[in-house]
């Protein structure tokens, strides 16, 4: 199975501030066409995930575009722009280029 | 709007087969490169994908469950399916049911979670 790894575990931001997770996987993620099939997505509190960005770097429909991904074959980086409240909760990383499909451990992100 | 709303027994005893309904709209399981998958998530824990289904009915397991797994659909009733066989304490979790959106290859939207407490 491919093994999703995050950092931090928690982090705490002031409003405004920028704040950036890694995720790196155990191989690379990187398909012979061309596409990187890692995944972001955040977990509201109480509520289900929510697609961030897919393939990397493709912001989904409705996200705000403080959110951006990128990234290599194994390490990947989430960056939110100027966090607001409701930027809070988990965010988990996953990887959908073998089966299993698996996910990170999820980092933790609350407001100072 | 695409939505999901996966249902179930609520509560089960050891032993006993657990089935889930996800019940969608705003997409059909018979469009070419749809696909349905289930994941779930104990209380404070990850997210653990379990089987995806495809408009072709190509089925995907996790392996570590795959004796245990049944994944099925009903295109006409845009219902899919899983059955967890000889479920365990450690089938407790919150299982969500996702589209999976072939053209962009990704899990793009979430039902709400169906909670199955295993207890004897």
């Known amino acids: 199975d491919i093994v999703m790894t995050q950092a931090p575990l928690s982090v705490s931001v002031t409003p405004g501030e920028s704040a950036s997770i890694s995720c790196r996987s155990s191989k690379s993620l990187l398909h012979s066409n061309g596409i990187t099939y890692v995944y972001w997505y955040l977990q509201k509190p109480g509520k289900s995930p929510q697609l961030l960005i897919y393939?990397?770097?493709n912001l989904a429909s409705g996200v705000p575009d403080r959110f951006s991904g990128s990234g290599s074959e194994t390490d990947f980086t989430l960056k939110i722009s100027r966090v607001e409240a409701e930027d809070v909760g988990i965010y988990y990383c996953?990887?959908?280029?073998?089966?299993?499909?698996?996910f990170g451990g999820g980092t933790k992100l609350e407001l100072k | 709007q695409v939505t999901l709303k996966e249902s179930g027994p609520g509560i089960l005893q050891p032993s006993q087969t657990l089935s889930l309904t996800c019940t969608f709209s705003g997409f059909s399981l018979s469009t070419y490169g749809m696909g349905v998958g289930w994941i779930r998530q104990p209380s404070g824990k990850g997210l653990e994908w379990l089987a995806n289904i495809w408009w072709d009915d190509d089925k995907y397991y996790n392996p570590s469950l795959k004796n245990r797994l049944t994944i099925s659909k009903d295109t006409s009733n845009n219902q899919a399916f899983l059955k967890i066989t000889n479920v365990d304490t450690a089938d407790t979790a919150t299982y969500y049911c996702a589209r999976i959106c072939g053209a962009s290859y990704v899990m793009d939207a979430w039902g709400q979670g169906a909670s199955v407490t295993v207890s004897s």
């Open positions: 393939r990397m770097s």
């Open positions: 996953g990887q959908l280029l073998e089966n299993p499909w698996t």
